[in-house]
């Protein structure tokens, strides 16, 4: 089923094509991030996932592991070849989930759907993450979670120009920032911040927020 709307931005058609290129090296790419970088983050992820479950930009399905047996999951991606991965890795693992092509800036998916929604590490390159998130924020249901990881600027400014550096190859390449900070949009997007925490000396960033 493809939900990709045909209205989507030249940014996000940008960004789709972008991923689809990258879709067959990615895993080997992640690898030495999630070995060096992520720090039990997949894991964090899918401890706070409960009941029927949205993973915004599931990507190859790398967190599909990690979720706890008996919710309903549904993943969405702009990139068809990162979905025949995820697919093949669920398959594999014996996991069942709805994956689908969709735009997070877009959702297709009706008001209050989902107790739990995640974005891991997509919100560094969604064009518009206000957005998504606004729209994470209408498809669950109050009192329901939107949890979240991705990069973040860091506070220390070695890191930060560390970061700075190589987003002058990463934002031409393929749309990655490393340097947004996302609480703000999280609180502005009309939810409450009830777990924060900043990693990996302070590029790194765990956010879980509730729907009021």
């Known amino acids: ?15 789709r094509r972008a991923w689809r290129r990258q879709a067959a090296g990615y895993d080997r790419k992640v690898e030495r991030a999630e070995r060096t970088m992520l720090d039990g983050s997949r894991e964090w992820v899918g401890a706070r996932a409960s009941g029927r479950v949205l993973e ?17 999951l549904v993943g969405i991606d702009l990139s068809p070849e990162m979905l025949a991965i995820a697919r093949a890795r669920a398959d594999d693992a014996g996991i069942r989930a709805e994956l689908r092509e969709g735009d997070a800036e877009a959702l297709t998916f009706g008001d209050a759907e ?28 109050p009192g329901g979670s939107v949890v979240l990881v991705d990069h973040t600027r860091s506070d220390r400014a070695l890191v930060y ?14 749309g990655e920032h490393l340097t947004r900070r996302h609480r703000a949009e999280v609180e502005a997007a009309g939810l409450e911040v009830v777990e924060h925490e900043r990693l990996r000396r302070g590029a790194l960033e765990r956010i879980r927020a509730t729907r009021r």
Do not use: H, N
């Open 161 to 174: 120009a560390g970061q700075w550096l190589i987003e002058r190859f990463t934002i031409p390449l393929q």
């Open 114 to 141: 989902f107790d739990t929604v995640v974005c891991a590490l997509a919100l560094c390159s969604i064009p518009r993450p206000e957005v998504a998130l606004a729209e994470m924020a209408r498809v669950v249901r």
């Open 56 to 72: 915004v930009a599931v990507g190859t399905g790398r967190d599909l592991p990690y979720y706890p047996a008996g919710i309903e």
């Open 1 to 15: 089923m493809t939900d990709t709307p045909s209205s989507s931005s030249k940014e996000t058609l940008r960004q």
